[in-house]
């Protein structure tokens, strides 16, 4: 497998799904800090408006388009897809980093819930890379980031769902890994632990959960949520400068990772009393 050259943002254009809060919208404003063009995906309009009203102001000269998209609707991905290709015949960058969360033991979500999960999570990211494999690989030095999670490593309770998507993430991004290193495309999956964004306040809950109980895990994993999102933005972007293939962000991601590498089986119990029962973290 050929060594990639470090990736060039300057000029480049990137695809940046999620782009309207947390780590989408630090990644964006720092994705133009370094002079590369944006394609900003997100559901929320008025939060994506903002965002790329503050990067043009930043960045004046600097190409910014917005695409309002719900992703769990998987079948509007191919003709967006040709949107975004009909003005950026070239795309150097893809980051899939929309995501949603859903609290609950299995039997008490729907499965209804389950598979929007799983939709906005694994399918779209599958779907949105499969429709822009082509132009990235006609770019040389082109990368994909798959963002995953700590629950892409590790499965506590009460995240069925979320986890069960995050690890397929992580199974599709070693594959194409393997296919793409030595076609001139870089991946690389992140695992962020406890990031400072939304995800615990949008997260969904269970039909089945009691409203008291989710009021009190949502405020519980609020508090796990201290890195900070900018930080976590440059982390990324520094590994996809320089090629890694694999991203473990904050310590509540790199303590669980090895405490699982040295406890296979026995790290559940560990980190379930660690973590307080466990908490949605991005």
């Known amino acids: 497998m050929s060594r ?72 509007r991905i191919a003709s967006l897809v040709a949107e975004i290709l009909a003005a950026h015949p070239r795309v150097d960058l ?19 819930d389950f598979d929007a999960v799983l939709r906005v ?30 629950y892409g490593l590790i499965a506590p309770p009460g995240q069925s769902a979320y986890a069960t998507s995050k690890f397929g993430l992580r199974g599709f991004s070693q594959v194409l890994q393997a296919e793409l290193g030595g076609r001139g495309v ?8 406890g990031i400072r964004t939304r995800i615990a306040e949008t997260a969904r809950v269970g039909q089945g959960v009691d409203p008291q109980q989710a009021a009190v895990g949502k405020a519980r994993a609020a508090r796990v949520l201290t890195y900070p999102a900018e930080r976590a933005a440059a982390d990324i972007l520094e590994a996809v400068e320089h090629r890694r293939v694999r991203l473990l962000i904050a310590p509540s991601a790199k303590v669980p990772d090895a405490l699982a590498r040295l406890l296979p089986v026995g790290h559940v119990r560990a980190l379930s009393w660690l973590m307080g029962g466990g908490g949605r973290r991005r």
């Not at 999570?121 to 082109?142: D, I, K, Q």
């Not at 870089?186 to 632990?193: K, L, S």
């Open 4 to 75: 990639l050259e470090p990736f060039v943002f300057a000029g480049a254009t990137a695809v940046l799904t999620g782009a309207a809060s947390g780590m989408g919208e630090q990644l964006a404003h720092q994705l133009a800090d370094r002079g590369t063009a944006l394609v900003l995906l997100d559901r929320d309009a008025d939060r994506l408006d903002r965002v790329a009203a503050a990067v043009r102001v930043a960045h004046p000269g600097l190409g910014v388009e917005v695409h309002v998209v719900d992703l769990a609707e998987t079948a």
């Open 186 to 193: 870089g991946v690389t999956t992140v695992h962020p632990g």
């Open 94 to 112: 893809l980051v899939n980093n929309a995501g949603i969360a859903l609290a609950g033991r299995f039997d008490q979500i729907s499965l209804e």
């Open 121 to 150: 999570n694994l399918t779209a990211p599958v779907t949105l890379t499969h429709h822009l494999l082509p132009t990235l690989l006609a770019s040389p030095g082109s990368h994909v980031v798959n963002v995953s999670s700590l």
